[in-house]
Each structure stands twice: as C-alpha cells, then as structure tokens.
C-alpha cells in the first residue's frame, strides 16, 4: 500500500517570517493526520525557519530545486549537501516552471535526480504535457518521454524512492483541473513506463502525485483514483485551510 504524500509548492512566495506563520497554524489544523505524508516546499530563504519550525512534528521539508555538481563556481546554485544540512527530506525537480523560464530540460533534470538520490534526498520528478500537447493526443508520449529521460541511469537501489509528480503545465496555475479520469490515465501510463524501465514491484512502489490547481473541493476525488497517491499543490498550499483540506482529501 502506498502511503499517500501531499507536498505544499510555495514557489517564490512567503518571507521566512510568513512562512512559520503559516506553518504554526498547519500544524494545528493537520496535528491529527496520520496516514498522509505532508511535505513542506519553502523558497529556499524560509527553508531554515521551516525546518525549526516542523522540529518534533511528522511534516518533512523539501527545496524546490537544487544543483547537480557538489560545489564550486555555480553563483545562485546550491547542492544537495546544503539541503540536507537544512533539514530536507524532498528536492522538486523539473518543475514546468523551471523548464519554462530557467532553461530546465530532461537532461538537466536527469543528472539533478542521479544527484539528489545518490545524497540520500528524495526527489519529486516533475513531468507533464502542454497544452498544445494534450489537444494533439501527444500527452501520454511527451509525459513517457520526459519519464524515461529523468530516470535514464538511475539504479535500482534508488529508483524506488523516488516520487513522480504529473502536472499537466495546462492545469497549472490556471483554475482548470485534469478530470480524475485524465489524471488516472496518465498516472498509470506512468506506472507502466516504471514497470518496464525497472519491474512491476519497483512501479507499484513509486508514489505519482497530481498537480495543476488542486483544491480542496476536488482533491478527494483525484486522491481516489487508484494510481494517484496525493499531490503536489501550488496556490492552495499558501494557505493553511485550504491546504489541510486538501491534505484530509488523501486520508485513506
Ligand atoms: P497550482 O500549482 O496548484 O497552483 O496549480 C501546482 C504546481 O505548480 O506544483
């Protein structure tokens, strides 16, 4: 059974100070969840604060993006070592949104997931199709594509922890949310491609998470579908109501 895991993708919103301030008010809304794995994705500024903050609590934090070298002349950069100094458990990577404005492809993500495993982070592999892509029927090709480039090399023996997040770039940001039946049909063509690139147990391992305008008034019906385990949540994660109702929408 794969436990379901909701991460919070607060992009580049919240000062360090409104980051614990909405963290001491999630903790108290969430103190009694058990069965959801919840996920906190700060800037990196708030990282630090976060991570004092969730100290004793079971919500684990990751960074929204890191670098694969392990040092050096990289400006603007940090490595995998500085994240888990922090506290971090998760790096995203591959966001639509890096691969649209910071020059992201599926060979820089691929080494940034050899990276972040090789460290001990877990990495939450971001794929998904553009709009021009879905109304072409290229979807599920383009999603196979960029899947199996992200784990081009990786072992077993790391694979298996890594989380995927299907995030249709047309759904993000945007109000318009994939049905659960357009989401269950690519998360199982994505479980299928795991299958053959590692076997059928590693596949029904590996936790796929939705994401593109999650709310909590359609999060429980994306969360029943059999291949979606949780979410990666943008908007509805920078405030702590509409979060924890998204997160009760993954208890089993
Ligand atoms: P959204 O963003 O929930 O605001 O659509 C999701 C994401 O980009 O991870």
Redesign the pocket.
Known sequence: MRRPIVAG?WKMNKTAQEAVALVVELKELVSDVKDVEIVLCPPFTALEAVSRCIEGSDICLGAQDMFWEKSGPYTGEVSAEMLLTLGCKYVILG?SERRTHFGETNQTVNRKVKTALESGLVPIVCVGERLEERRSGDAKKVVEDQVTRAFDGVPLGGAERAVVAY?PVW???TGLTATPDQAQEVHSHIRQILAELYNAEVAEGIRIQY????KPENARDLFAQQDIDGG?????SLKAESFAGIIRGAQL
């Open positions: 993708n966001h995030e759904a993000i940001g994401g593109g305008s999650i990666l949540v943008g908007g509805a």
